[in-house]
């Protein structure tokens, strides 16, 4: 007789952005007398076995490529939705070359490192990163275009209302996303992201890690998610002015409602709560965006993306040779801590590439080479509450106290 085992069928499903796809093995049902799950494995017993079988799920994770594709769409995409997908598509690989020059036309003499790399569950992505070159510390900037299936809790981690669908979801995500963080304490740290997702209806499971249908009912979902904010160490008011003033004219573009709001909702959005503080000076942001013309958010967010260059590149080249004291470079350090702690505990793009099997490497690029935790470090750099009035103390302040740049 064939052992249990033998017996197993695969299906496989994909899972999400930036990752691979799950394959799960089906049992029929005589076979099998007790199941049992664990995060990591599928013990099975059988009637005709006195032990158990533990299998494990096996994550077919990206592959990497030699070459850029065109697109990273399939070609089955229908017509209802094929024309934003690839429209959002061009505009962030644009987006991604645009921004990559200006960086290295800035650093005279860093390169980007290129990977290119593609899903079994569909679609894939261009990550580049350049390292230690001479203003940026760390600079990378990322496009992936995926599909794939979410849990309920990555669902909530996608979208802002908090509220799960009753099982897997299915997905499509493009986006750009990019940190830029320079050497020198005097120069900001650069973060934009520009996103589409599209959701379809819910799965729910008939037998064991088996088959999923249709949730009957739920229609396909989108919306348009992102923003651009400005994170330095020391404030220099002409720079955040020149920043928020690209952001609202960006804005006013399209609605002049938008700035405010989005403002407000960029400095709600980087805020510590465990510190009581923001991560830095703000800019926009925006989530679930989808009760406008799709096509004029997609101009929106196409408006936004190639903004960028113009919000931040005049203020790296003011700050970029500023001589600064090994004082200054600690509170940069420390500064970059509360950017690790941001990113890592409440930022909802991290956490969703972490709960779906995510590209790593693409998740974390956004943390600094160098940062700092020093345990009372107030009583070593006199930094933790910096003496009022000091250049250390008005950056803190700002970023306890939201200001009204323009």
């Given at each position: ?66 070459q ?39 650093d ?27 203003v ?6 990322n ?13 909530r ?91 609202k ?113 693409s ?12 345990y ?30 323009v």
């Amino acid at each position: 007789r064939a052992s249990p085992a033998a017996m197993l069928t695969a299906t496989t499903f994909p899972t999400t952005n930036c990752g691979g796809s799950v394959r799960c093995w089906s049992i029929p049902d005589s076979s099998i007398t007790s199941l049992t799950t664990t995060p990591s494995s599928l013990t099975i017993r059988s009637r005709r076995a006195s032990r158990s079988h533990p299998v494990r799920a096996m994550i077919e994770k990206e592959r990497a490529e030699t070459q850029r594709p065109d697109t990273f769409l399939r070609e089955t995409d229908d017509n209802s939705s094929g024309d934003v997908r690839a429209s959002f598509e061009k505009m962030i690989r644009e987006a991604q070359d645009s921004v990559c020059s200006a960086i290295e036309a800035v650093d005279g003499g860093g390169k980007f490192k290129e990977d290119v790399w593609s899903r079994p569950g569909g679609g894939g992505g261009i990550s580049r990163v350049l390292q230690d070159g001479a203003v940026w510390e760390k600079a990378g900037v990322n496009v992936s275009v995926v599909y794939g299936v979410m849990p309920p809790e990555a669902y909530r981690a996608a979208t802002a209302n908090g509220n799960a669908k009753p099982g897997p979801v299915p997905f499509f995500a493009a986006g750009i996303s990019s940190v830029l963080h320079p050497k020198n304490p005097f120069a900001p740290t650069l973060h934009f992201n520009y996103r589409y997702f599209e959701t379809d209806a819910a799965k729910v499971m008939v037998t064991p890690c088996q088959y999923y249908t249709d949730a009957p009912g739920a229609p396909r979902d989108w919306w348009f998610g992102g923003g651009t904010d400005l994170t330095p160490a020391y404030i220099f008011e002409e720079d955040v002015k020149h920043f928020h003033s690209v952001q609202k004219s960006a804005c006013d573009k399209f609605d002049p409602s938008f700035y405010p709001r989005f403002k407000k909702w960029c400095d709600d959005y980087f805020y510590i709560k465990h510190r009581d503080e923001r991560r830095g000076l703000g800019g926009i942001f925006f989530d679930d965006l989808n009760d406008y013309d799709q096509q004029m958010l997609l101009s929106f967010a196409t408006e936004c993306a190639g903004s960028v260059v113009a919000a931040y590149i005049p203020i790296i080249e003011r700050r970029k040779d500023t001589p600064f004291t090994d004082q200054h470079k600690a509170w940069q350090q420390l500064r970059r801590g509360r950017y690790v702690e941001f990113n890592l505990v409440y930022d909802r793009g991290t956490t969703f590439g972490l709960k779906t099997g995510g590209r790593i490497e693409s998740i974390l690029v956004s943390l600094p080479l160098t940062a700092r935790w020093e345990y009372d470090h107030h009583d070593a750099l006199g930094m933790q509450q910096p003496e009022e009035g000091s250049e250390e103390w008005k950056l803190l302040d700002a970023c306890i106290n939201p200001k009204e740049w323009v």
